[in-house]
């Protein structure tokens, strides 16, 4: 008797040629500077020697080699990146662009640099002849029509050491959002809009697709909470489908920018500085540890040319109020370039309105 496969087999079956693992790795003197080692305590290994110290997972969108992954997993500008493909096949990406709001790295390879394991012995040959590979990649699908209870299927680098480990689950809860810590910076970032999952995403798995039963790409996993059990988040696949827009159309990824520094108000701040509020934004320049001039309002910025001030507290942005768990940054997060934004401030005890037109950040 003959059993159908099913549709998550198939799904799986198609999808893992299309998900990659990436490998971070060092040279030896750098870790043990970062370690602070003695001659004496030195690992017995040439300084040159590179070894790995991170991984992550990525996926193909597109024939021509471009790889979708989390930002936090090529974020070490001193770190080198393998990508393996399900083959074995090694490369050295290009990292494309960052969104630095929404954790997303695009990467490219080059698909005439090692095409396969076979063009690796066919070069080794006089007459050899690199050809151009179109890759397998993942047809990305809609985030933002997602229902609680839909199957999903995570793919990835589970560990950095069991490559394309499967788990399957449910859409747990959507927009969420976290304080999310690197696993190899061990910076803090506050992620939005966030996919929860019981599907397991473990260390090694960020990057990786989480895919509907359709086969689609719906989400970018991103993380997990230690001490939890079946709680895993990814990035919405809509907003890497922006960037990739963005990519295209203008080279880069473009971010919104407003121009200010500021302190999140709350009861403790509205105390200390004697504040008329307790919610809001407060216009004020941070401390610069190099004793240059560091306004509070950039010059030239959007919020410069629109007015704003050192001092004013700003208390809506669009209509949504500014709280201590709602963020200017999270509002922006949410904005384009080039929109209009209006803004409720304070100013000496007076209410006031501002029009600002977001421009573009350059990293």
């Known amino acids: 008797m003959v059993f159908q496969s099913s549709p998550i087999v198939k799904i799986v079956k198609k999808s893992l040629p299309a998900v990659v693992s990436i490998i971070m790795s060092k040279n030896l003197a750098d870790i043990q500077s970062l370690f602070k080692l003695s001659k004496k305590q030195a690992l017995p290994f040439s300084k040159n020697k590179k070894i790995k110290v991170g991984g992550g997972s990525g996926f193909f969108v597109d024939e021509q080699g471009t790889i979708l992954t989390n930002r936090h997993v090529v974020e070490n500008p001193k770190a080198d990146y393998t990508v393996v493909l399900n083959d074995g096949t090694t490369f050295k990406p290009k990292i494309l662009a960052v969104d630095h709001i929404h954790d997303i ?34 047809p990305l699908g809609d985030s933002s029509h997602l229902e609680l209870g839909e199957t999903v299927i995570a793919i990835g680098n589970a560990l950095g050491l069991f490559k394309n480990t499967v788990s399957v689950g449910i859409v747990s809860g959507l927009s969420r959002e976290i304080q999310a810590q690197s696993e190899f910076s061990n910076t803090f970032s ?103 001039k560091n306004e509070a309002v950039i010059p030239g910025s959007p919020a410069h040319k629109a007015g704003l001030r050192e001092a004013d507290i700003i208390m809506e942005i669009a209509g949504q109020k500014i709280t201590p768990e709602v963020s200017v940054n999270d509002l922006l997060a949410d904005c384009q370039v080039g929109q209009k934004l209006v803004c409720k401030i304070l100013r000496s005890g007076k209410e006031k309105i501002v029009n600002i037109t977001l421009d573009e950040k350059f990293y």
């Open 190 to 292: 506050r992620l939005r809009g966030l996919i929860q999952t019981d599907a397991a995403i473990n260390p090694g798995n960020s990057g990786g697709p989480l895919i509907n039963i359709n086969g689609e790409v719906i989400g970018i996993n991103a993380a997990m909470v230690f001490g939890a059990e079946n709680i895993g988040f990814a990035l919405p696949i809509n907003n890497a489908k922006n960037a990739l827009l963005d990519l295209k159309k203008y080279g880069r990824i473009r971010l919104p920018f407003l121009g200010i520094r500021y302190l999140q108000i709350n009861k403790q701040l509205q105390e200390q500085f004697e504040l008329p509020v307790d919610f809001g934004a407060l216009v004020i320049a941070e401390p610069d540890m190099a004793l240059h």
């Open 105 to 138: 790295a695009i990467l490219k390879i080059d698909s005439l640099q090692d095409v396969s394991k076979t063009n690796q012995a066919l070069a080794k040959g006089s007459c050899a002849k690199k050809t151009k590979a179109k890759f397998p990649f993942l």
